[in-house]
């Protein structure tokens, strides 16, 4: 059986991860927070619901380490609240600045 095709997702100033399995977000945010920088967006928001906090969990632990961000915290209540998080991205880079640190 042949793998499915790859999903293409618009970049956004947020990310709604609640069409996605709990073992694809990681992998997905990485991505989306990658495409995000190189768009140029500063911050971005990723919707992960309220539920039982496990899509959040996967989503705090990826953030806490993640190379592009500089932070992240709850989304305001008209924003979400506590079922989404609201990330502050690293600023791209331009040539002779160097790179941001490796994951």
Same mark, same amino acid.
């Given at each position: 059986?042949?793998?499915?095709?790859?999903?293409?997702?618009?970049?956004?100033?947020?990310?709604?991860?609640?069409?996605?399995?709990?073992?694809?977000? %990681?992998? #997905?945010?990485?991505?989306?927070? !990658?495409? *995000?920088?190189?768009? $140029? =967006?500063?911050?971005?928001?990723?919707?992960? +619901?309220?539920?039982?906090?496990?899509?959040? %969990?996967? #989503?705090?632990?990826?953030?806490? !380490?993640? *190379?592009?961000?500089? $932070? =992240?915290?709850?989304?305001?209540?008209?924003? +979400?609240?506590?079922?989404?998080?609201?990330?502050?991205?690293?600023?791209?880079?331009?040539?002779?600045?160097?790179?941001?640190?490796?994951?």
């Amino acid at each position: 059986m042949e793998s499915p095709e790859p999903v293409r997702i618009p970049i956004e100033d947020a990310l709604d991860l609640h069409a996605f399995a709990p073992k694809e977000v %990681a992998s #997905v945010v990485d991505d989306y927070l !990658r495409e *995000a920088q190189r768009a $140029g =967006f500063r911050e971005v928001r990723l919707i992960h +619901g309220r539920g039982s906090g496990t899509q959040r %969990a996967i #989503v705090r632990a990826l953030l806490a !380490r993640h *190379a592009l961000v500089t $932070g =992240f915290a709850d989304a305001p209540p008209d924003r +979400g609240g506590w079922g989404a998080t609201v990330v502050t991205l690293r600023s791209r880079t331009t040539p002779g600045q160097g790179r941001p640190p490796a994951r």
